[in-house]
């Protein structure tokens, strides 16, 4: 055989075998020798004799006899076994504290007499040699199984059950034990999270019908896909299902283990899913619960079941029994929960390993037995019978939830999930939106009924009528919900300011600077005495010589210093702080401002050197002018670093966990940088926060509780992948408090050398592509790895999302235009510096700006609901966006409006906090909603529109005195612009020469025209608020428009002004000049209102 046994575990594990036998505990002291027999049956795969040699060999071994003896452990086998175990011999002995091992080849043509009569003869030599150990249940079928129980019965051995014991012997792992069942157990979070998941999901997208046994069968074939990637890494010849996948939904369920999937079809409610993979012979298990449009009752009960999971994990210690973290469970449930009391599982989980459940250990009310570091558990939690009132047929009215996974004992702290598969609410739940379905089913039915034929040449309108229905019915729903979101709004935010949440933060009084305390530290310098200005150092402090008294002046009472030379004098000027020399908020606060204070002092020194002076007496002044700026900058870094450090909130101390399997990520740069220089380092993931480590040997600590959002943006599209934290508390590093930290790595040249050739079909090309997929594919695992590690590190309590790429948006939260990515809970920018993270829970808000047909752009204004935080803005989105920013807001339930004008948010907000009440009892934020009274108003606009049209045209006086107010609010509609134009020059059939001579005139009049106006305001000495001029009478379509309000303007007049005109093409390119001219001249002019009608606006 190629076959190699490990000899060190088997020594290993057969000494504790031997010591746990010689303490005699219980049932180990009645017997006087151990007896493992194995046949040959297909159909038996757990039992506890095929699970001792795999504990012992690593292998199963048929048609094998062991007799373990206080003298000798005796195998009986066939030849080729007998090989495979003669590696054992020779290594253990009496020294180790193993008994010599003894083989025994079978011999078939006496049928094995005499190899029997040797065992039957050690057992009798083994102390008293008539009680034997055995495995009561296991009782193999065959021949050689027969004949060694016909040889055993003559002897009348007593016989004692040790399954129990010897369960309760191999339950505590090895590490390479528990490794081998972590692989496994990834395995199935693999299965789960990768492949089950989708499925399900396009199931239940699809609407598809597929029974259970067909989603089992599905899964087992995962498993016995050798070319699978899930299973690379792995060897997929010791690869199994421990039991046969089970999925169950549609009311029917049964929480055991041994159930089997049936043919019913998969029903849209509770799909419970149970399968583990089996590795080596060491046995995994997972267990969830997929939720289709759950209740909220449903949902909560969901919710608390991983809170109980969680809650057994914390009891599930070394050295605790099983029955106590059983008995807290149940407490907890009753406390929490009893009306589950009848409906919870009667246990909640059991000891596994080889065998996939042990019976002696099972976390229930009877097991007094304790668990030890190294087990292994399947922790199960589920509920049955629960009623769901909202079920929409008669199979989801009932239902059943259940949880469970693999986890480790551990000595010191509680147990660890090996299973990482999420199982948090929102995490299984598929919400399916049933009235936008029946919508479209309805339609589909109603366009069904059509008959084509019916109506000929009025289909198309028909289809057309139909589809416009459609989409106001959406725009209908999403009006009423804004609606009902501004009434939720206005009362939660009453509610909150009238409650007193909005307490601003207290302004901290510091202290006034001291230079001496005592008298006595004042400096007994000569230059004090000798009344010359004298700088301390020690206390930053400078003594000035006033009116013969030296007097002692803190940095901090400086504001600035200079210096001057004139003729033969040197000048020393040094101003004070005092009320009201600087303006604003960093202004020093004072305790007395009724004092009087020194505004300024002068000082002047000559620059001539007397006879035998070493220096002039002026060097002074520049000396104290030297040391003062030094004092002055070193006091002005330290109170900066202090004020920085002021509002820090002071941060858990990082315990540092010593295990090496610590989830990591290598080769990542920090941004901000630590350093001016970009430096790459180390993230590791502790017990309670994160460390990155540089390869300079900085330290940034980032404590769990202390994040925000963590964010994890892959590659896809950008050449940066990066993990970026949002915090709720800032953190000091690099000398400054940062909010957001950033970890990333690159994943291509983000530069380009234009001076290399560079060809399609080059191979180095091509292969630096290949590498580059490659690299991001590696990266893209390693980044999502990372996460998944920490994830069950921390016990779901710190989550990553990831952004929505196919939602995001242009825009300019800083300075420069990025893509907005929406994730779960935020709208931020990661991939440039600064980031821009604004929190949705945190809105109370969204107003647009400048929303205008004529415009390219607007612009979106969060309001917090904590109303002292300032506003963020994010400018310059595409009008094109309004649609889908409006849809992705209203799925996330925020309330926004809109408006042409763009406001003071400084002074609304300082408005509202100072009155909150007035502010509400007058319609609250009412007043941004664009949809209150707009319907009379614009009706009134409309009649006003016409009489002044109809007033325009009977008295041509009006276009002389109002001139710029129908500029301002052109009526004429794109129609009629159309059709002027037509009877001015295409209808009348003129030739191009024509056309350039009437362009001329018209270029003449015009200029005309604009000297005598000119001539006039000038004559006046005064101009109109809105300047604009008229070539000719309004009916010709000539007049230039400040607002652009005419889409179609006269193509002729608009390009006579840059000259005549030969091809379509250029009067229409000069047309749209004209045009956006006049949309710049729009958007320049700041403040101005917008008119219901001409009439208003005149004086």
Known sequence: MSMKVDKEAFYRRAKRLYSTWKGGDGEWGKVDAVVCAVGVDEEVVYAKSTALQTWLLGYELTDTVIVFAKESMTFLASKKKIEFLRQLEGVGGADKGVPALKLLTRDKDDKDKKNFAKLVDTIKESNKGKTLGVFARDKFPGSFMDLWRDALKPEGFETVDLTTQFGYLMAPKEESEVHTIKKAALLSSDIFDKYLKDHIADIIDGDKKKSHSRVSKDIEDQIQNKDNKLL?????????????????????????????????????GAIICSFGIRYKSYCSNLVRTFLVDPSQDVQDVYSYLVTLEELILSKLKDGVKLSDVYNAAMDNVKKEKPELMDKISKNFGFCMGIEFREPALVIGPNCDRKAKAGMVFNINVGVTGLSNKDAKDSKGKNVALFIGDTVEVKSDENAVVLTPAKKKAKKVSFILKDVDSEDEKENKDNNAEIDPQMFGRGRRSAVLDQKLRTDSTMEAKRKQHQRDLLEKMNAAALKRLQDGDQGGEKVKMRKAPVSYKTPGLLPKESEVKELKIYVDKKYETVILPIFGVPVPFHIATIKNISTSKEGDYTYLRINFFHPGASVGRDEPRYPNPEATFLKEVTYKSTNIKEPGEIAAPSSNLDTAFRLIKE??????TREAEEKEKADLVEQDQLIISSNKGNPRLKDLYIRPNIVQKRLS??????????????????????????????LFQPCDGEMIILLHFNLKNPIMFGKKKQQDV??????????????????????????????????????KQAFKGFCEKVESTTKGALEFDSPFRELGFQGVPHRETVLLLPTSSALCNLTSWPPFVCTLEDVELVHFERVQLSLKNFDMVFIFKD???????????????????????????????????????????????????????????????????????????????????????????DFSESDDDFSEDSNLSDEENYSEELDSDESSGKDWSDLEAEAAESDRNRSEDEDDRHRKSSKHGKSSKHSSSFSKSPKKGSSSSKHGSSKHSSSKHGSSKHGSSRTPDKKSKSHDRDRDRGDKRKRDRSGSSHHKSPKKSRR
């Open 631 to 636: 004092i002055q900058k070193k006091f002005k």
């Open 742 to 779: 950033q970890f990333y790595t690159e994943v291509g040249e983000i530069t380009t050398d234009l001076g290399k050739h560079q060809h399609m079909h080059d191979r180095d090309d091509l292969a630096a592509e290949q590498a580059e997929r490659e690299l991001r594919q590696k990266l």
């Open 867 to 957: 109303y002292n935080r300032k506003v963020a803005m994010v400018t310059s989105i595409p009008m094109t966006m309004l649609d889908h920013v409006k849809e992705w807001l209203n799925s996330c339930d925020i309330k926004y409006t809109e408006g042409i004008q763009s406001l003071n948010w400084t002074k609304v907000m300082k408005t509202i906090v100072d009155d909150p009440e007035g502010f509400f009892e007058s319609g609250g934020w009412n007043f941004l909603d664009p949809e209150s009274g707009s319907e009379e108003e614009d009706g009134d606009s409309e009649e006003e529109d016409e009489n002044f049209e109809l007033s325009g045209e009977d008295d041509g006086s």
């Open 681 to 710: 380092g180390i993230l590791e993931a502790h017990t309670n926060g994160f460390r990155y480590t540089s390869i300079r040997g900085d330290k940034v600590d980032i404590m769990y509780n202390n994040i925000k959002h963590a």
């Open 232 to 268: 690379s890494g792995l060897d997929k010849s010791n690869i199994d299902m421990c039991y046969p996948p089970i999925i169950q939904s549609g009311g029917n369920y049964k929480l055991k283990f041994s159930v089997v999937s049936d043919k019913e079809n998969l029903h849209f």
